[in-house]
């Protein structure tokens, strides 16, 4: 006989600690959130989004480089010539490649040139002036990196 102000239903449950109790709603709730989350995958996003071959054969790098501040390549303490040599070859080899493209997009602004008129004209002849302003600049500190070595600014020679 049930007794007062309990449904029919309740005759029977299990206690409150057991699996499966109720309706079946939080069955496994806490198993879902104590287990253990999955490996990431060694999936390169970089590779990913601009269509690099994946190279099967090398395990993936679960480590970075990090160097002690005696060790470091490009500190200016750490006597490592080769290492300044190469970063100095790598920044001039950057700064003639951002010559390269202001240059390109300076000729593209020019050809625009003859075919703009009013507001526009003065729009492309005033970005015009701002990327010759850049050129002069990339080029002046190329300049001063070849003469006194590697004086790049915020670089190790600085």
């Keep these: 006989r049930a007794r007062r102000g309990a449904s029919a239903p309740s005759r029977g449950r ?10 079946g ?3 496994g709730f806490a198993d879902f959130f104590c287990a253990h989350p999955a490996a990431p995958s060694p999936r390169d996003g970089f590779a990913d989004f601009f269509g690099y071959p994946e190279d099967d ?10 160097f002690l ?17 190469r970063a100095s070859r790598q920044w001039a080899e950057a ?19 003859p075919v703009a008129r009013g507001r526009d004209a003065e ?12 050129q ?6 190329l300049w001063l990196c070849g003469e006194e070595g590697w004086a790049a600014p915020g670089g190790p020679g600085a």
């Design 14 to 23: 299990r206690p409150w600690g057991a699996r499966g109790h109720g309706d």
């Design 25 to 27: 709603f939080a069955d």
């Design 57 to 66: 054969g090398a395990p993936p790098a679960d480590v970075h480089a990090v």
């Design 69 to 85: 501040p005696d060790r470091d390549p490009l500190s200016p303490r750490s006597g490592a010539g080769e290492g300044l040599a």
């Design 95 to 113: 700064t003639e490649a951002s010559l390269a493209l202001v240059r390109s997009h300076i000729e593209g602004k020019r050809r625009l040139l």
């Design 123 to 134: 729009e492309l002849r005033e970005g015009i002036r701002r990327l010759k302003l850049q």
């Design 136 to 141: 002069a600049r990339l080029a002046e500190a």
